[in-house]
């Protein structure tokens, strides 16, 4: 079938909520992506920072057909071990209390408002500008933009909105609040890192007033920024996290995972979902996060932000470079499309990229990429200057 074909079918019969690019990929392998007419392309967008591992790790590969031929599914109602060896092995890699699995991102913040929500019954949850936690009504209502919240108003009641400045967080949290939650490097806004100093004011206002922290690690866990949770690179200990993207090494699912006091807030029957932590999403979730939590890997993660970091830098379109190890974005000089550029970069130098706004490009490479894949797709940017 061919992208026109597809097109076609896309105007007939999906609801118009995507707009794509018109390439159709149909296969996989580390960093590069192959569409249908057999070109090659340099990926550096990792489904959104999905493909930590690259795609197709061999290892999450034959986990999941292993497991797809043994159960596929059998519910909450009865044990299987995957998911629970799994929340066993996020708990101890991070906060150290207990883990709620279910299958997205949104769903995870979800979680976590109510779990917030649940501890302080009737609380109000502070975040900041700019920030990003999902597109179902809560993980909405917690997502402060204009043009994401306006057409489905009226949204969930008791959300504030901080700008990131730490005396307005601090004074926003009072005892009527139920927690805070906060992206510490936001994604979707254009990689935006939080100071260590609104950080440690959330922290120190929630300790204050006895309130839930609650990090987003959606985007910026599993090793993205250096580290197998962005928190681990700052002075705060969040009360909980939310997980999802790239914890499935390729599959949807998501995670809540707490620190010990909000480890039994949620009693039975507060909280489910029907697919939530099932054998084949936990399998291949265990052993993406087995390879994500490798130390060498992540010092290289470090190793090879900074070389991005510098290489971009060095690109005469580029105005500002901003972000930690491989979560990076850039600045275009004024005047300069960051959309128009990230089609460039696709269907002129079959480059994999992403603009998060009219003059902000985001990096996102599988964190398996090479120092010459680095090079390479640096090689592939300047052309477009
Ligand atoms: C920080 C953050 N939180 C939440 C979400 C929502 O995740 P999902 O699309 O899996 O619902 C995203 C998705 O981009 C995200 O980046």
């Keep these: 079938m061919s992208v026109a074909e597809l097109q076609a079918l896309e105007r007939a019969h999906a609801i118009p909520t995507y707009a794509r690019f018109p390439v159709e990929f149909v296969r996989g392998d580390g960093c590069r992506l192959w ?60 906060l150290g209390g207990k883990v709620f699995l279910c299958n997205s991102g949104a769903e995870a913040n979800e979680a976590a408002i109510k779990l917030m929500r649940r501890a302080r019954p009737g609380g109000e949850i502070v975040v900041v500008h700019e920030a990003f936690h999902g597109r179902t009504y809560g993980a909405l209502s917690a997502t402060p933009q204009e043009s994401k919240q306006a057409p489905f108003a009226p949204l969930v009641p008791g959300f504030v909105v901080v700008p990131k400045d730490p005396e307005a967080l601090d004074r926003a949290v009072g005892p009527q609040t139920a927690g805070v939650l906060l992206e510490p490097i936001q994604g979707e806004t254009g990689i935006n890192v939080l100071s260590d100093e609104l950080l440690s004011a959330a922290r120190a206002a929630c300790d204050r007033v006895g309130a839930a ?12 920024t250096g580290t197998l949770w962005a928190y681990q690179q700052t002075p705060v200990v969040p009360d909980a996290l939310t997980s999802a993207k790239a914890l499935g090494g390729g599959l ?98 079959r480059l994999v990229l992403n603009a998060t706004g009219p003059g902000t490009i985001r990096f996102l490479p599988p964190l398996v990429v090479s120092e010459q894949e680095i090079d390479d797709a640096l090689v592939r940017l300047s052309a477009l200057g």
């Design 35 to 94: 569409d249908a007419d057999g070109h090659e392309y340099l990926d550096f967008l990792a489904g959104i920072s999905v493909l930590n591992v690259g795609h197709c790790h061999p290892r999450v590969v034959t986990t999941v057909r292993e497991q797809a031929g043994t159960l596929l599914h059998a519910t909450n109602l009865y044990y299987t071990a995957p998911g629970l060896r799994l929340s066993a092995r996020l708990a101890e890699s991070s």
């Design 213 to 224: 922290l609650v990090f987003d690690e959606i985007q910026c866990g599993m090793g993205r």
């Design 252 to 349: 949807p699912i998501g995670a809540l995972v707490t620190g010990e006091r909000l480890a039994d807030v949620f009693q039975p029957g507060d909280h489910g979902s029907t697919f939530a932590g099932g054998p084949v999403i936990a399998s291949a979730a265990l052993v993406a996060l087995e390879i994500c939590s490798d130390q060498p890997l992540l010092e290289r993660v470090r190793g090879l932000g900074e070389r991005l970091a510098a290489g971009l830098e060095r690109l005469p379109f580029v105005s500002v470079v901003r972000g930690r190890g491989l979560m990076l974005a850039v600045d275009l000089l004024e005047g300069l499309s960051a959309p128009d550029l990230a089609r460039r970069a696709l269907l002129e130098q």
